[in-house]
Each structure stands twice: as C-alpha cells, then as structure tokens.
C-alpha cells in the first residue's frame, strides 16, 4: 500500500529551463473549446525538456535509444546521496559520496541531492555543481545503472566536456536530470519511478518521476 508519493518533476511550461541551446518549449491552443467544441494543445519542445531521462543513444552512436531502454531502469529503489552546501560549478567528488557507498544494499537508482532545484528560475540554476567520473566510474562497478540529479545537467556547466554522460552512456546506463524534491524523501527505501515516453528512435524523454513511500506490513 502507498503511504505517501512526492512528485519529483519540475513543471513544463514557456518558461521552463532548458540547457543552452536546446528547443524552447512553445504551447498555444491547436483547437479551441468556444470555436471547435474541444480543447487540444500545440506542443514543441526538446527531448530533454523538464524533469527527463537521458538514453544512451544520447552520447553513443550505437547506443539504444529510448524506446529500446528496459523500462526496469528507470523504476527501482532509490538512494538519495546528500551532496548539498556546494558552491557555483563545483565538484562533487569521492569525499563527499564515501559515507553514502557505504549505505548501498539493493538499490537500483542513486538520486544526487544537490539542493539546486531551489535555484530554478534564476541565473544560478545554470552554474550548478556536477559529479566527478570518478564517482560515477565507482558506482557503476557497485552495479549502479541510473543516476537521477536535481540539476540541469550531471556534468560541468561549462559544456566543454560530458565524462559523466559518456561513462553511464557508455554501458546502456540512464541519466536523468532537472529533478526536484529530493529533500522530501525523508523515509528509507523509496520506490522511485521515472517512466519515459515511447518515443521511437530517439535519445530521451521528459518523465513524470514520483518517489513513493510503501506501508510496509
């Protein structure tokens, strides 16, 4: 039985933020309910707009694409991993993560706690801090495939390099980024689910993700 759900998905709107030089989201009525007796809307957006995962194919030429990901990547227990009180684009390395490795049982999806969803909307949601690949390289040998973030991106916000993206990429492993409410998991266990559309062919989706507490009996 679910005994509480926390969303974990930012809204998709016009003014949702999107990495430089993606799609801008862009919505407005196709039909209408006073002239055509039916409301349906016009969307345009990017494949990694909002709260999305990330396929393989994103970063490997022949990497499997969304629609070709097993859907159990992308639902498990989750472990949420503190790495809150960085500053602007720093790195969050080994040091940081080592009392939380230690915690590692059978969770399938480790979710970074960054604190940076409190930025969106403002200049330094752009500048957050990002994961070393020596963390990541470290979490993969632990079993680790899916790795949820509550930033805009898992690599460094400069752009310039994506060792992040190419190591979990590199073993058909899922990404996601532009997470929220990771602070209100406070309860062990969590199911996290983060679902991506059927997309054929293509190197991501935006999800509705949800992290549910089970009354366990």
Same mark, same amino acid.
């Given at each position: ?9 930012? &809204?998709?709107?016009?003014?949702? &933020? ?6 801008? &989201? ?161 309860? &062990? ?29």
């Amino acid at each position: 039985m679910i005994k509480q759900m926390i969303d974990l998905s930012i &809204p998709i709107a016009t003014d949702t &933020p999107i990495y430089p030089g993606d799609p801008k &989201p862009q919505i407005k009525p196709a039909t209408e309910i006073d002239k055509d007796g039916y409301q349906v809307s016009e969307i345009l957006f990017g494949s990694h707009t909002g709260t999305h995962v990330d396929a393989p194919f994103h970063f490997q030429k022949n990497g499997q694409t969304i629609d070709q990901s097993d859907l159990m990547n992308f639902l498990g227990t989750g472990l949420v991993i503190d790495v809150t009180g960085k500053d602007d684009g720093e790195k969050i390395d080994m040091s940081d993560v080592e009392k939380d490795l230690a915690r590692l049982e059978d969770e399938k999806i480790v979710l970074f706690h960054t604190g940076w969803s409190a930025y969106r909307g403002t200049e330094k949601y752009f500048r957050h801090p990002y994961i070393c690949v020596k963390v990541i390289e470290r979490l993969l040998e632990m079993g680790i495939r899916t790795f949820f973030i509550d930033a805009l991106n898992i690599d460094p916000p400069d752009g310039t390099a994506f060792p992040a993206h190419e190591a979990i990429t590199g073993v058909n492993g899922i990404i996601g980024e532009n997470f929220c409410s990771f602070d209100q998991i406070d309860f &062990p266990k969590p199911l996290i689910i983060a679902l991506p559309l059927r997309l054929t062919g293509l190197d991501g989706s935006p999800v509705r993700a949800v992290a549910i507490e089970l009354d366990v009996f």
